[in-house]
C-alpha cells in the first residue's frame, strides 16, 4: 500500500504542477465587433413624392426618351451623373494599373465582345439607342431612368432593339410561341422607385444570356431567397436589397469586379466613410468579426467570402463551366441548326452559340487575390500554344493586399486570328448576311467584327482555350455553414493548391515531424522505464520486510 | 484446456470486433460517377426504365431541400426511387415478411461531396437480403444483379432528361406511387 502510494502521490503532485498555470490563464480576448443594428442600416422605403400627381408624368409617353426627358425635369443632374457611370459608359480605368476595360473594350469569356453586336448587347444598357459606334454619350434623353427604377416589373428590354423598352406586342424568342407585351410608360414613369433586387438582377441575373450562367453567385434564385442561400438577402430575414451593400451615391455604384477591394482593414464604419468599396464585407463587420481570436487571426489571409461562401450557385439554376465556340455552326442530322439541353433542362447546346457544361453547388477554386485584373482588350496579342487568361488576376502570398478568395473559372474556347495573334471580335447577332446566327459563316462574322473594332484580320481563324476568373462575393451562407477547420487544415483540403502559407495539418516538415515523435517516443520510454523500475524496486523493498 | 478456451473466445471476439467495424462498408456500396448530379441521376433513371423485369421509377427526393427550407446548407442529395413487382409482390404476399416494405422502394442516391465530384450510393441488396432466409435472399440476389446494370452507363448516348417527381403517382392515400411500382 505504501509503495502505491509513493508512486501515487509524486504523480499527483507532477500533475498538479502542470495543471497550475492554466489556473492563472486567461481566455484570449475576442476583437469582436457586432454588426451594427439593422435599423441603421436599412433605410425605410416610403417616397416623400407621390409620382402619380407630377403633371410632367401625367401624359401617355410613346418612347423611352420622352419619359426620361419628363423625368429630368425634376431630377436635372441625374443624366449627367449616370452618364459617368459604367452603367452608361461600358468602360472603366483602372486606377492601379490605368488600364482602360469595361465591357466595351475587353472580349470575356462569354457572349464575347458587344462590339458589331450592340443592337442586342444593349437590351442590358442603361441607355436608349446604342446601336453602333455612332452613339452619342451626350444625349442626357437617351439615359434610361426606368430600367434601375421601374416598380411595375412591366418595363422590358429585349435583344433587338438597341436598349429600347418594347413598344409594340412581339413573339419572344422568336418562334416561341411567347409573346411580351409593351409596358404601359405612363404607368411605369408613375410608379417609380429605389432600384430593387428585380431591376439589378433583370440584367445582373442573366448575364451571358441565361439565368445564372455568368456569374454563379448571382441568379433568379435571389429574388426571393431563404436563409441558407443568402443570410443577408434572406426574404424572410434581413431581406437587403442589392443597394445596401452597393451603396449608391450621385448613381455612382459601390462595389464592382472591375475595382474589387480584396483586402478591407479596420473597424465596421457601415455609410458615410469615404473609401474606395463600402460594398466590402468589413464595412459592417470589420476586419475582427469573430467571438474567437483564433478566428480573427485568419482575416489577414483570407478574404470573409472563402469561408462564408462554401459553394456557389446553391440551386437548380447552376452556372456555367464552360462555353466552347469551337462547337458553333455544327448542325443538327438534318442540316438544320439545332439546339439541345442537358439533363437538368439547361442550355447544351446551340448551333448557333456552341457547347456549355452547367453545374450547381460548385466548390470555388481559391487563389490569391489583391483584387487587381488586368484584362484582355481587343487588340491584346496573345500566345495561343497556352490557355488565354481572359484576366491576369493579381495577388501573391507576399503581398498584403492580398487575401485568398474563393473565385468561378470560366473556361472556354473561342475564335482568335491565327496570323495577328488576337482574339477575334465576331458579329453574331442580327439578321444580316454576316451575322453568325443568321449565316452560320465564321468567316463573314469576324471580318464584320473586326472590321467595327477597326482591327485587321488575316482570314484565318483558329480557336484557343480561355479561361476567366471571377471573385465570388455573393450567396453568403449562414454562420453555422461556414467551411470548417478541418475543410482546409488537411491535406485534401479546400486549400490544397494555394501555396505561400504554413497551414498546420496540411503542411508538414519532414524532420520537425521527425524531432516532434523522437521526443513523444522518448518520453513514453522514460515514462516506461522510470514506472518500471519504480515497481521492480517497491517490489523488492516489499520482499526485505 | 483453459488456454484453448481462451484462445477460441478470444478469436470469437477478434471476429466479432472486426464484422462490426466493416459491416457498415459491406452493406452499403459507394461509387464515383464521371457525370455530374443531375445526369448521373438522369441516366440511372433511364436504366432504371429500360431495366424490365417489373422496374419502374418511383420518384426522386431531394434530401437537402428540407435543409435548405430550414436554413440550413448541404450539397445535393437526390435519392432515386424505383420498384419492380415481380420482386416487391412475392415478399409482401408474405405476412411474416412484410415489415420487410421498410427496404421499398429500392433508393439508389446520387450526391455531391467536397472534391466536387459526384458519388453514386446503394445498398448491397444480396447481402442484406441473405439475412432474411432463402427466399427473400435470391430476391434481393437478383434485385442486386439488377441494380449492378443501373449504374453502367453507355457515354455515347446523349444525357436524358432527369425525371422530376413521382411518374404517374397519385397525390396522397392508399394509391400514392401506385404507378411507381410499389
Known amino acids: 500500500m505504501l509503495s502505491r502510494l509513493k508512486f501515487i ?53 410613346q418612347t423611352g426618351p420622352q419619359v426620361t426627358e419628363a423625368c429630368l425635369v425634376c431630377h436635372t443632374e441625374a443624366a449627367k451623373q449616370v452618364q459617368h457611370t459604367k452603367h452608361w459608359t461600358w468602360e472603366s480605368t483602372d486606377p492601379k494599373t490605368g488600364q482602360v476595360r469595361g465591357k466595351k473594350n475587353i472580349i470575356n469569356n462569354y457572349c464575347t465582345s458587344p462590339v458589331s453586336n450592340e443592337k442586342d448587347c444593349m437590351a442590358c444598357h442603361a441607355g436608349y439607342g446604342w446601336k453602333d459606334d455612332s452613339f452619342d454619350f451626350k ?14 416589373g412591366t418595363y422590358r428590354k429585349l435583344p433587338g432593339d438597341a436598349g429600347h423598352p418594347v413598344y409594340k406586342r412581339v413573339e419572344f424568342p422568336k ?34 444570356g441565361g439565368n445564372g450562367a455568368k456569374h454563379g453567385d448571382l441568379d433568379t434564385s435571389l429574388q426571393h431567397p431563404g436563409k441558407y442561400l443568402d443570410v443577408h438577402m434572406n426574404e424572410k430575414g434581413l431581406n437587403f436589397d442589392c443597394t445596401v451593400c452597393h451603396a449608391t451615391s450621385s448613381h455612382q455604384v459601390s462595389g464592382s469586379r472591375y475595382n474589387v477591394a480584396a483586402a478591407v482593414k479596420g473597424p465596421a464604419h457601415i455609410r458615410g466613410k469615404k473609401d474606395e468599396s463600402p460594398a466590402a464585407c468589413q464595412s459592417c463587420h470589420s476586419d475582427k468579426p469573430h467571438h474567437e481570436a483564433m478566428l480573427n487571426q485568419h482575416t489577414d489571409k483570407l478574404a470573409c467570402q472563402t469561408c462564408h461562401i462554401p459553394e456557389y450557385a446553391r440551386n437548380e439554376v447552376g452556372t456555367e463551366a464552360s462555353w466552347d465556340w469551337s462547337q458553333a455552326t455544327i448542325m443538327g442530322p438534318d442540316g438544320k441548326p439545332t439546339v439541345s439541353k442537358d439533363s437538368a433542362g439547361r442550355r447544351k447546346f446551340d448551333s448557333k452559340k456552341g457547347t456549355w ?57 473561342q475564335p482568335y486570328d491565327k496570323v495577328n495573334n488576337y482574339l477575334t471580335v465576331q458579329h453574331t447577332a442580327g439578321e444580316d448576311h454576316t451575322a453568325l446566327w443568321h449565316n452560320f459563316d465564321w468567316q463573314k462574322a469576324i471580318g464584320t467584327g473586326m472590321k467595327a473594332a477597326k482591327l485587321p484580320y488575316s ?46 495539418s496540411r503542411d508538414s516538415n519532414k524532420w520537425l515531424d521527425m524531432v516532434g515523435w523522437t521526443l513523444v517516443l522518448l518520453s513514453l520510454l522514460g515514462v516506461l522505464i522510470h514506472g518500471s523500475l519504480r515497481i521492480y524496486t517497491g517490489k523488492n523493498k516489499g520482499q526485505h520486510k | 484446456m483453459l488456454k484453448v478456451l481462451g484462445g477460441f473466445i478470444a478469436g470469437v471476439v477478434v471476429v466479432v470486433l472486426v464484422a462490426y467495424n466493416s459491416m457498415g462498408s459491406m452493406m452499403f456500396r459507394e461509387i464515383s460517377s464521371p457525370y455530374g448530379v443531375e445526369e448521373t441521376v438522369a441516366r440511372i433513371q433511364q436504366n432504371i426504365q429500360n431495366a424490365g423485369n417489373g422496374w419502374s421509377l418511383s420518384g426522386l427526393r431531394n434530401a437537402a431541400k428540407p435543409i435548405e427550407l430550414d436554413g440550413g446548407n448541404v450539397l445535393p442529395v437526390l435519392m432515386i426511387e424505383a420498384c419492380s413487382t415481380k420482386y416487391s409482390g412475392p415478399i409482401l404476399k408474405d405476412d411474416s415478411l412484410r415489415f420487410l416494405s421498410n427496404l421499398m422502394p429500392c433508393k439508389i442516391s446520387v450526391y455531391k461531396k ?8 446503394m445498398m448491397n441488396a444480396e447481402l442484406i437480403g441473405s439475412l432474411f432466409g432463402s427466399m427473400v435472399g435470391g430476391i434481393m440476389k437478383q434485385v442486386s444483379a439488377d441494380q449492378a446494370k443501373f449504374i453502367v452507363f453507355d457515354a455515347s448516348k446523349p444525357a436524358p432528361a432527369m425525371i422530376k417527381g413521382t411518374p404517374g403517382a397519385a397525390s396522397s392515400g392508399s394509391g400514392a406511387g401506385a404507378a411507381g411500382g410499389c
Open chain 1, 175 to 208: 418562334g416561341s410561341g411567347k409573346f411580351v407585351e409593351p409596358a404601359d410608360l405612363k404607368k411605369v414613369a408613375q410608379s417609380i422607385g429605389m432600384p430593387s433586387r428585380s431591376n439589378c438582377g433583370s440584367c445582373h441575373f442573366f448575364g451571358a
Open chain 1, 9 to 61: 502521490l509524486p504523480l499527483m503532485a507532477a500533475s498538479a504542477l502542470l495543471v497550475a498555470p492554466t489556473a492563472y490563464a486567461v481566455p484570449a480576448k475576442a476583437e469582436a465587433v457586432i454588426a451594427p443594428q439593422l435599423e441603421t442600416i436599412i433605410k425605410p422605403k416610403a417616397s416623400t413624392a407621390d409620382h402619380s400627381k407630377f403633371k410632367e408624368l401625367n401624359r401617355n409617353f
Open chain 2, 114 to 121: 467536397n472534391d466536387g465530384k459526384t458519388y453514386i450510393g
Open chain 1, 139 to 152: 444625349v442626357e434623353k437617351n439615359v434610361d431612368c426606368l430600367i434601375c427604377h421601374d416598380t411595375t
Open chain 1, 357 to 413: 457544361v452547367w453545374d450547381s453547388y460548385v466548390i470555388p477554386e481559391y487563389r490569391w487575390y489583391n483584387g487587381v485584373s488586368t484584362y484582355k482588350v481587343i487588340g491584346d496579342k496573345i500566345d495561343p500554344s497556352k490557355v488565354v487568361q481572359i484576366n491576369d488576376v493579381g495577388g501573391s502570398p507576399n503581398d498584403p493586399d492580398s487575401r485568398i478568395w474563393p473565385t468561378k473559372v470560366h473556361r472556354g474556347k
Open chain 1, 459 to 504: 482570314g484565318e481563324n483558329g480557336f484557343v482555350s480561355t479561361e476567366m476568373t471571377r471573385p465570388i462575393p455573393h450567396m453568403v451562407a449562414p454562420k453555422e455553414d461556414a467551411l470548417s477547420c478541418a475543410q482546409c487544415h488537411s491535406k485534401n483540403g479546400r486549400l490544397q493548391g494555394i501555396e505561400g502559407v504554413y497551414m498546420p
